[in-house]
T-cell receptor, first 113, second 112 residues
Framework: DAGITQSPRYKITETGRQVTLMCHQT?????MFWYRQDLGHGLRLIYY???????DKGEVPDGYVVSRSKTENFPLTLESATRSQTSVYFC????????????FGPGTRLTVL | SQKIEQNSEALNIQEGKTATLTCNYT??????LQWYRQDPGRGPVFLLL?????KEKRKERLKVTFDTTLKQSLFHITASQPADSATYLC???????????FGTGTQLKVEL
């Protein structure tokens, strides 16, 4: 019963570096989501995917890239990290979209120096 | 402007009492609303979903109400326990069923 996992759990990087956050789910859920959580802003959607090879922008997509070649994986890449991308990142999945339960991973705490 | 508001101040209550958390929204017409629990250092966990045509929903000690006229949802935990201490997030359908927007959450502390 692995569920949804994220790696790494903690990451420190420098401005300008490329960083990839991994997300893996074992339920074969169609939908996957990436959120960032910052004090005072709550959870904000970065990107989502309705199925393999189908992705779409959320509320705050600038500076991020996603891909979904396999149903179970949904990596998030920061192409050139900036200090404003310091945050806690959560991946989530659901069987059939927003009206369904979203299952969240444990989060990745990213610090950009 | 569109807003989702949850009380940013922590709610402190005594064990055994009913905790009531509020989620207010403006300029949205959500078809449904969800409540999540988040513990420190962990991802949110889904608790309940209530649809616009449902006034109230219950699950064990939890009760959610949804008043589309007042643009408000209330989340109740009866017979609260210290283990209920966490941050509770409301999330609204803000895109006709295709977008979920989260509030900033309210921290609940249940004291012995």
């Amino acid at each position: 019963d692995a569920g949804i996992t994220q790696s790494p759990r903690y990451k420190i990087t420098e401005t300008g570096r490329q960083v990839t956050l991994m997300c893996h789910q074992t339920w074969s859920h169609s939908y996957m989501f990436w959120y960032r959580q910052d004090l005072g802003h709550g959870l904000r959607l970065i990107y989502y995917s309705a199925a393999a090879d189908i992705t779409d922008k959320g509320e705050v997509p600038d500076g991020y890239v996603v891909s979904r070649s396999k149903t179970e994986n949904f990596p998030l890449t920061l192409e050139s990290a900036t200090r404003s991308q310091t945050s806690v990142y959560f991946c989530a999945s659901s069987a059939s979209g927003y009206t369904d339960t979203q299952y969240f991973g444990p989060g990745t705490r990213l610090t950009v120096l | 402007s569109q807003k989702i508001e949850q009380n940013s101040e922590a709610l402190n209550i005594q064990e055994g009492k009913t905790a009531t958390l509020t989620c207010n929204y403006t300029n949205y017409s959500p078809a449904y609303l969800q409540w999540y629990r988040q513990d420190p250092g962990r991802g949110p966990v889904f608790l309940l979903l209530i649809r616009e045509n449902e006034k109230e929903k219950r699950k064990e000690r939890l009760k959610v109400t949804f008043d589309t006229t007042l643009k408000q949802s209330l989340f109740h935990i009866t017979a609260s326990q210290p283990a209920d201490s966490a941050t509770y997030l409301c999330a609204l359908d803000t895109g006709g069923g295709n977008k979920l927007t989260f509030g900033t959450g309210t921290q609940l502390k249940v004291e012995l």
